[in-house]
C-alpha cells in the first residue's frame, strides 16, 4: 500500500505569499492518479487539482500542481485571505484510495 | 445543480449497526464510480469504500468485512451498511462522485454526516 506523506504539518505564511506544499508517495505512483483537496473548517473537502497538474472547475489560476514519480507539489502563487485551510493529497490505485495527512495552511 | 447529500448519522453502542444514505440529485449516480471517506474528530481524511459501475466493491482494510457498500439505482442513493462498529470508527462520513475512470478524483461531495460509536 502507497503511504503519502506531506510536509510541512504546518505552514505559516501572510497573505500575498507564496506557498509550496509537498506530498512524497513511498513509491513511484501514476501522476493521472494524484489530486489535491482543500477544506476549511465544518466544511467538506474540495477538489483542487486532479491528474497532479490539471485545476478543477473554477479553481484560481494561482493553485498550480506539478511532480512525477514519487514528489508531488501543490502551489499558490500568491495567498489570498480565503486560502487558509487544510490541504490534502490523494492517489488511487488497485482500487484503493490513500491520503496524506493533511498540510494545514495558516495566517502568520 | 449537482449535489449529494449523507443522511443516516448518529449515536450507537459498540457492536451496533448503523446504515447510512447518500442521496444524489443532478446527476445518475449508476453512471459514476461512488465512494465513502471519512474524517474522525480533529483527524485527517480516510477513504472508507468505492463502488464501481458495474456493481464491484471494495474496502479500506479497517473496514472490510464489517461495512457494506451499495446503491440503488431507482432511487439514486447510495448507502453503507455499518455493523460491528468500534469507537475508531467515530467519524464524519462523506459521500463523493468519483466521475472519471481515467483519473479517479473526487469532485462532488456531500456536507457529511456524524457517526459517534459510544456506550
Known amino acids: 500500500e502507497i503511504v503519502l506523506t506531506q510536509s510541512p504539518d504546518t505552514l505559516s505564511l501572510s497573505p500575498g505569499e507564496r506557498a509550496t506544499l509537498s506530498c512524497r508517495a513511498s513509491q513511484s505512483v501514476r501522476s493521472s492518479y494524484l489530486a489535491w483537496y482543500q477544506q476549511k473548517p465544518g466544511q467538506a473537502p474540495g477538489l483542487l487539482i486532479y491528474?497532479?497538474?490539471s485545476r478543477a472547475s473554477g479553481i484560481p489560476e494561482r493553485f498550480s500542481g506539478s511532480g512525477s514519480g514519487t514528489d508531488f507539489t501543490l502551489t499558490i502563487s500568491r495567498l489570498e485571505p480565503e486560502d487558509f485551510a487544510v490541504y490534502y493529497c490523494q492517489h488511487y490505485g488497485s482500487s484503493l484510495y490513500t491520503f496524506g495527512q493533511g498540510t494545514k495552511l495558516e495566517i502568520k | 445543480e449537482v449535489q449529494l447529500v449523507a443522511t443516516g448519522g448518529g449515536l450507537i453502542q459498540p457492536g451496533g449497526s448503523l446504515r447510512l444514505s447518500c442521496a444524489a440529485s443532478?446527476?445518475?449516480?449508476?453512471?459514476?464510480?461512488m465512494s465513502w471517506v471519512r474524517q474522525a474528530p480533529g483527524g485527517g481524511l480516510e477513504w472508507v469504500s468505492i463502488?464501481?459501475?458495474?456493481?464491484?466493491?471494495y474496502y479500506a482494510d479497517s473496514v472490510r468485512g464489517r461495512f457494506t457498500i451499495s446503491r440503488d439505482d431507482s432511487k439514486n442513493t447510495l448507502y453503507l451498511q455499518m455493523d460491528s462498529l468500534r469507537a475508531e470508527d467515530t467519524a464524519v462520513y462523506y459521500c463523493?462522485?468519483?466521475?472519471?475512470?481515467?483519473?479517479?478524483?473526487?469532485?462532488?461531495w456531500g456536507r457529511g454526516t456524524t457517526v459517534t460509536v459510544s456506550s
Open positions: 463523493a462522485r468519483v466521475p472519471s475512470f481515467f483519473y479517479y478524483y473526487m469532485d462532488v
Open positions: 443532478g446527476f445518475t449516480l449508476s453512471s459514476s464510480y
Open positions: 491528474g497532479t497538474s
Open positions: 463502488i464501481y459501475i458495474g456493481g464491484s466493491t
